[in-house]
């Protein structure tokens, strides 16, 4: 509950919606399409894995287009939500943050955000060096 003060004060019910999801890039499943030779190929960019997502929570998607070597999707696992979107708006918003990554020119294999976090956190234990002293 918040209070908002100004002429008048009243209390404003603030309830966010909020959605955790687990990324784990390093898995070893490969996923291949087929080809009009009957031949296999790499998924095209954007393709999703999702073995009934509504039951397991997790879906694989492949962000990234590769040409050389197979292509490694990358496992989102819904762990908690209460925002109500969709399993086709979430999948499409992962995919599409794939692409937000300033340092690359095409889809990175994890969302941006996340992508920065990590480089963030190298950034942070590179400088910091373990020198940190607890405040108790």
């Given at each position: ?12 019910n603030?309830n ?7 990324v ?5 499943s ?5 080809v ?11 393709s999703?894995i999702?073995?009934?997502?509504d039951k ?5 998607l ?9 292509a ?9 939500e209460?925002?109500?979107?969709s ?22 294999r ?5 992508q920065?976090?990590?480089?963030l956190?190298?950034?942070?234990s590179?400088?910091i ?5 607890d405040?108790?």
């Open positions: 509950m918040i209070k908002v003060i100004g002429e008048k004060t009243k209390t404003v603030y966010p919606k909020w959605q955790i999801v687990t784990n890039r390093k898995i070893n490969r996923f291949f399409s087929i009009n030779n009957g031949g296999l190929a790499n998924p095209i960019s954007g999703f999702t073995d009934d997502i397991s929570n997790t879906f694989q492949v962000p990234q287009f590769v040409n050389s070597g197979t490694t999707p990358t496992k989102f696992t819904v762990m908690n209460n925002s109500g979107i399993n086709e708006a979430l999948i499409s918003y992962t995919y599409e943050q794939s692409f937000n990554y300033y340092n690359w020119e095409g889809a990175v994890v969302p941006a955000v996340l920065y976090a990590n480089k956190a190298k950034f942070a590179e400088n060096g373990g020198n940190i002293e405040d108790k």
